[in-house]
């Protein structure tokens, strides 16, 4: 009718009713029953792109149906339907294009639709599914109840599972279609399955040998290859091999590195942005003949190397071989480039990941600096990262000797495992020093300052400190010192005793105005104190309780031990080699016998 906003201008597209698409609909035996194999589709939508809702739909002639369904509500939910008055997808269909909305209420193609006041529908982001002869049949779609600017990135993965989702979709209508192709059908769904679990299984790798092993894991019962060789150029003109692990010593070392200009499947796929089938022996002659004699030394008969997209060129190749001879059909192939798809870009994003590791690394390990000669004390630290090699975190320890004859001790912890956490760690330690060697102050008001600074230059993040002064009296080492909720700092005695340095204020980046306060304690004689951060005891497989008994423990134990050994055999007992968080321990022991201020021995 004129005016409806449920009807593209000039009445309804001819595309949703069209006979043959609902035929295909029909065929499809989907309807508005939920199919655990689509919710899978929807639930991976939503936590891939952080959306309250993800739908797979199909749209029909009066209405949408949602065989994949997460996040939607009721009644909605329970009907697995809706009429075309609350549906956005129709215009997928009929515009047989992607449909992308910041705002629905505002966006006059989608602003009168009922999915917004009833679904809660604002940002929106769906796109084409397809049967085999490109029907449009309905629409993957992320739903967001607020307005959404949606990234490239975002509707590249979508577009990407869209792709799989339809494929998964071509299979349901060849099954009910063909009953005399069960293998055919057996195999394209094996294929979408592959795509299902790469487009999962890749967005978890974080390096290029979580890739590798990806893959070889992901064609294994599928597509069978003998081998799966991942290759990358380099800057200088060369292919790198990044397989050669799953190859023999001497052929690995052989392809190792060799010039791109090489007739190999990999250098050739690379070079010419294209598939390169080799069905057989003679395929390989003739195309990759510098390979031939490393096929027939391996027992190799097959090879197909397809390239790895770039923003520019192919950043490399994958190649699949077989011990037999071995024809790809179109859909293997298809699935083969959708799958270089998906490796490339977790190629790209291991790339991008290690080149902000290595710089919040190297910025962490500038603020581990070599301690201070800070006679007669005997001071000793130990860091070691957090056991998942990509993370980088916001510890950091201190040791400054003053000009008054103090020693100043710090040990911090930043929220956080990236490069942020980094930076800021690296703010907040380069401030504390200013402050410790510029100001006289206690400990509670230098913290209660370096918290302002904080606020004022606009980088709050939530942080916790333990800053201590050491100095020499005339009846011994005194410890004066103010914890930002740090765990407690440890006493141990020369005879073993252990005990906790208790008072502890709020972290720092969290509270305005905190009245912080100061501690004292009198070092007997031969003592040690510790500093460390929290990683040391946390553990998801032991209460922290536990794990803090046995500190005390063997703190007992080895209250007579040089510093380096007795940090080490921490770092090694309790840290584990499995510690999931930062670790770092600072430690400092007075003399057992010597001299305090003024000449008299310490401790008279």
Known sequence: MPGDPFVSPGGPSPRLSAAERLAVLRRSGLGAAADPFFDRFASMVRTVLDVPVALVTLVEADRQVFPGAF???????????????????????????PLVVTDARTDPRVAGNLAVPDLGVVGYAGMPLTDADGLVLGALCAIDHAPRQW??????????????CSESLRLRIATARAEDGVEAARKAFARSDLLLRASVTLLRTTTHDDVVHAVRDLVTGTLDPAYVGLSLLDGAGQVVLRSGEYLPAPVAQRWSTYAFTERTPSALAARSGEPVLLPDLDAVAARAPETLDTF???????????????AHRPIGSLTFVWKQAYTLDAAEQAVLSALAGYVAQALLRADHLFSREQVAATL????????????????????????????????????????????????????????????????????????????????????????????????RQMATAVLAFVRAGPTGYRLRWSNAGHPYPLLVTAGGAVGHLTGRDPLLGVLDGVGRTDHRRVLPPGSTVLLYTDGLLESRHHRYEERERVLVGRLADLARAPLPELLDTLLEEIGGADHEDDITLLALRVPEVGRAAGGAPAGQ
Do not use: N
């Open 71 to 97: 996040g939607l509500g009721e009644p909605w939910s329970a009907k697995r339907e809706t009429p075309l008055s609350h549906s956005f997808c129709q215009h997928v269909v009929a515009d047989a294009a």
């Open 151 to 164: 990234t490239r990135r975002e509707l590249d993965l979508l577009a990407d599972l869209a792709a799989a």
């Open 296 to 310: 027939l030394e391996l027992g190799w008969r097959s090879a197909a190397s397809v390239p790895l997209p770039g």
């Open 364 to 459: 962490q390990r500038a603020m581990l600096t070599e301690l201070p000669e800070v006679a007669p004390f005997a001071l000793a630290a130990r860091y070691r990262p957090a056991a998942r090699g990509e993370q980088v975190g916001g510890d950091w320890y201190d040791a400054l000797p003053l000009s008054d004859g103090r020693l100043a001790l710090a040990v911090g912890d930043v929220a956080g495992h990236d490069i942020q956490a980094a930076t800021r760690m690296s703010q907040l330690r380069s401030v504390l020093r200013g402050y410790v060697v510029d100001r006289r102050e206690s400990p509670s008001a230098l913290l209660d300052r370096l918290d302002r600074a904080g606020r004022l230059l606009g980088e």
